[in-house]
T-cell receptor
Framework: KQEVTQIPAALSVPEGENLVLNCSFT??????LQWFRQDPGKGLTSLLLIQSSQREQTSGRLNASLDKSSGRSTLYIAASQPGDSATYLC??????????FGGGTRVLVKP | DAGVIQSPRHEVTEMGQEVTLRCKPI?????LFWYRQTMMRGLELLIYFNNNVPIDDSGMPEDRFSAKMPNASFSTLKIQPSEPRDSAVYFCASSFGTGYDGYTFGSGTRLTVV
């Protein structure tokens, strides 16, 4: 059974600092991995999608890496802003087209 | 496309009442998923459909929960009778094929059972 873990569970940084969010998964036989953002009381917004054959994906200040063999993905957010405050969720698409989510990392960027 | 559309956004009901949550997936998507999010358990997959057929309902917590997908553009999740422990945010998501282009989630339905 696929298990996805996100560490740390919460993170607080001053504005301008780079953010590093970690995601690990137990079964490396994945199809792809997706990072989502969730604001309080809101739905999930897709940030980045990495296919199993890719090493990284970039969008603006966001960069996500994938090391399938070690079961890890990292989301980097450069030059954090207060508007980046949210919960970030990692989700793994494994066999059977089922997304398994990590517990999320709650981020607070202080002005 | 307007994305995945869920209704209602909020639902407050009394214990024992029937609750029906609705979802309209993205046109052309052939997979539809129902998830539940709670503080204690995070996001859990309840059931998913492929081409309107339920494929895996192993996450449905009890017989009080049922889901249907009568056509490609509509799905319901029903709880009967509802209990306070069913209070959660219920999300619907859809994807095309094996999810190569990722999943799109709706805004969710916040259910409160009192």
């Amino acid at each position: 059974k696929q298990e996805v873990t996100q560490i740390p569970a919460a993170l607080s940084v001053p504005e301008g600092e780079n953010l590093v969010l970690n995601c690990s998964f137990t079964d490396s036989a994945i199809y792809n991995l997706q990072w989502f953002r969730q604001d309080p009381g809101k739905g999930l917004t897709s940030l980045l999608l990495i296919q199993s054959s890719q090493r990284e994906q970039t969008s603006g200040r966001l960069n996500a890496s994938l090391d399938k063999s070690s079961g890890r993905s990292t989301l980097y957010i450069a030059a954090s802003q207060p508007g980046d405050s949210a919960t970030y969720l990692c989700a793994v698409n494994a066999a059977g087209n089922k997304l398994t989510f990590g517990g999320g990392t709650r981020v607070l960027v202080k002005p | 496309d307007a994305g995945v559309i869920q209704s209602p956004r909020h639902e407050v009901t009394e214990m024992g009442q029937e609750v029906t949550l609705r979802c309209k997936p993205i046109s052309g998507h052939d997979y539809l998923f129902w998830y539940r999010q709670t503080m204690m358990r995070g996001l859990e997959l309840l059931i998913y459909f492929n081409n309107n057929v339920p494929i895996d309902d192993s996450g449905m917590p009890e017989d009080r929960f049922s889901a249907k997908m009568p056509n490609a553009s509509f799905s319901t999740l029903k709880i009967q009778p509802s209990e306070p422990r069913d209070s959660a945010v219920y999300f619907c998501a859809s994807s095309f094929g094996t999810g190569y282009d990722g999943y799109t989630f709706g805004s969710g339905t916040r259910l409160t059972v009192v």
